[in-house]
């Protein structure tokens, strides 16, 4: 699987949007990106995934460069339960490779 | 609540005792994963299931570590001979076998070797 690099933390202000990016510069064709998100002492809450498309759900949306090497993800009103350690992973899907290697992540902190 | 459920949540125990885990996944997924993380890091995969066969297992589980699933549903995680070392969060996660590989976690048990 491709490596990740994100920032090991970010702080954002309630009610704003919460943009977290993602570097995946060894990614290949048929890789898709993960994000899922650990708030502290629970397990890991999965969030949204994409393969070359923006996608967007619910609880965010995630943008891809469209020469697939970066994505940002985007919770559009940050809230105080939005503090968690977010993790972009990079998963080839549907193959025999099924591990999640997660990294660090990046601690998102919500201030009020 | 993503509907895998891991007990007990908590488990302290002294080194030397072995310990069991238990996971059920959420009901028709056929595929399920053990984790395990320790403080500070993100979680590091420990091995896999498809059904009831136990498809690989990662170099971290040493020869006291044993998982099974013997129904194809819940699946177990036991410890022989604790290790202060054993002490880390132990997921539990679980997916569709086709297509979309989205894993679904459970709330962890946390297990402390004193």
């Known amino acids: 699987d491709a490596k990740t690099t994100q920032p090991p933390s970010m702080d954002c202000a309630e009610g704003r949007a919460a943009n977290l990016p993602c570097n995946h510069s060894?990614?290949?064709?048929?890789?898709?990106v993960y994000w899922y998100r650990q708030i502290h002492s629970q397990g890991p809450q999965y969030i949204i995934h994409?393969?070359?498309n923006n996608e967007t759900n619910e609880m965010a949306s995630l943008i891809i460069t469209e020469d697939r090497k970066s994505s940002t993800l985007i919770l559009p009103h940050a809230t105080l339960r939005d503090t968690a350690v977010y993790y972009c992973?990079?998963?080839?899907?549907?193959?025999?490779?099924?591990?999640?290697?997660f990294g660090k992540g990046t601690l998102l902190t919500v201030n009020p | 609540d993503t509907g895998v459920s891991q007990d007990p949540r908590h488990k302290i125990t002294k080194r030397g005792q072995n310990v069991t885990f238990r996971c059920d996944p959420i009901s028709e997924h056929n595929r399920l994963y053990w984790y395990r993380q320790t403080l500070g890091q993100g979680p590091e995969f420990l091995t896999y299931f498809q059904n009831e066969a136990q498809l690989e297992k990662s170099r971290l589980l040493s020869d006291r570590f044993s998982a099974e699933r013997p129904k194809g549903s819940f699946s177990t995680l036991e410890i022989q001979r604790t290790e202060q070392g054993d002490s880390a969060m132990y997921l539990c996660?679980?997916?569709?076998?086709?297509?979309?590989?989205?894993?679904?976690f459970g709330p962890g048990t946390r297990l402390l070797v004193l």
């Open positions: 994409g393969l070359k």
């Open positions: 060894t990614i290949s064709g048929n890789e898709y």
């Open positions: 992973i990079v998963l080839n899907s549907g193959g025999s490779n099924y591990k999640l290697t």
């Open positions: 996660a679980s997916s569709l076998a086709a297509g979309r590989e989205t894993q679904y």
